[in-house]
């Protein structure tokens, strides 16, 4: 059953042929994604996670989603299958007319990609009402990107001061801890979102992110 905040179905939208003054280019697409959810994607076919499109979900329509069962970071099939299924129940749910290619998608298709993306953004501005949302809160922390569940791992725990507990989320006492913590060499609380945005938090993430894509370029 719906909550209250969602008793109202989602405006369906159509992507018309040729180009229009609403089309973004896929940079520009990308740019909206990690911006708007505090994500890592590189490319538009890592959104073939799933993860990206549940989290909007998410922020359209609140509760319609449960995110602790996303798999946010992540680089394996059946991660994204799972992310696939609940995305296509929420749709279910809000009445979204949208067929999702779930199969080309998880396949990495990279036209298939820009097409759902180009369609999505469409649905998004139809249906967002401006409400204020923390898409990293919302997570626990956690990074959301296309990788290893040990790059995932590793890397949150390097950057933010919790305890890592499962595949990307915390337990509620974990959680609470994490907005009590005392920046380091001084008495002043500070959360790591504070952490991340200033200079030195800034120049830390941007290493980390640097060695994760070379990584990746290696292992090609």
Same mark, same amino acid.
């Given at each position: 059953?719906?909550s209250s905040?969602?008793?109202?179905?989602?405006? $369906?939208v159509?992507?018309?042929?040729?180009?229009?003054?609403?089309?973004?280019s896929?940079?520009?697409?990308?740019?909206?994604?990690?911006e708007?959810?505090?994500?890592?994607?590189t490319?538009i076919?890592e959104l073939?996670?799933?993860?990206? /499109?549940?989290?909007f979900?998410?922020?359209?329509? %609140?509760?319609i989603? $449960?995110?602790?069962?996303?798999?946010?970071?992540?680089?394996?099939?059946t991660d994204? @299958?799972?992310? !696939?299924?609940?995305? +296509?129940?929420?749709f @279910?749910k809000m009445?979204?007319? @949208?067929q999702? %290619?779930s199969?080309?998608?998880?396949? #990495?298709?990279?036209q298939?990609?820009?097409?759902?993306?180009?369609?999505?953004k469409k649905?998004?501005?139809?249906?967002?009402e401006? #409400?204020? /949302?923390?898409p #990293?809160?919302?997570?626990?922390?956690?990074?959301?990107?296309?990788?290893?569940e040990?790059?995932?791992?590793?890397?949150?725990? *390097?950057?933010? %001061? !919790?305890p890592i507990?499962?595949?990307h *989320?915390?337990s509620n006492?974990?959680?609470?801890s /994490?907005? +009590?913590?005392?920046? %380091?060499?001084? *008495?002043?609380?500070?959360t790591p979102?504070q952490?991340?945005?200033?200079? +030195?938090?800034?120049?830390?993430?941007?290493k980390k992110?640097?060695?994760?894509?070379l990584?990746?370029?290696q292992s090609w």
């Amino acid at each position: 059953m719906l909550s209250s905040m969602n008793n109202r179905a989602a405006v $369906n939208v159509y992507l018309t042929s040729g180009r229009t003054s609403e089309d973004l280019s896929r940079l520009e697409l990308l740019d909206w994604v990690n911006e708007s959810l505090k994500a890592q994607f590189t490319k538009i076919d890592e959104l073939c996670t799933g993860a990206a /499109y549940c989290q909007f979900m998410d922020m359209l329509f %609140p509760n319609i989603i $449960n995110m602790d069962r996303v798999k946010c970071f992540t680089n394996e099939e059946t991660d994204f @299958k799972q992310n !696939f299924k609940i995305l +296509e129940a929420s749709f @279910k749910k809000m009445s979204v007319d @949208k067929q999702i %290619p779930s199969e080309k998608l998880i396949k #990495r298709c990279f036209q298939h990609h820009l097409q759902f993306l180009k369609w999505f953004k469409k649905f998004f501005d139809a249906n967002y009402e401006g #409400r204020s /949302y923390d898409p #990293r809160a919302v997570r626990g922390g956690a990074p959301m990107g296309f990788g290893a569940e040990s790059i995932s791992v590793n890397f949150l725990a *390097s950057t933010t %001061p !919790f305890p890592i507990q499962g595949r990307h *989320s915390t337990s509620n006492s974990a959680r609470k801890s /994490y907005w +009590e913590q005392v920046k %380091p060499g001084t *008495s002043e609380k500070v959360t790591p979102m504070q952490m991340q945005e200033t200079g +030195e938090g800034q120049e830390c993430l941007a290493k980390k992110m640097s060695h994760l894509k070379l990584r990746r370029t290696q292992s090609w």
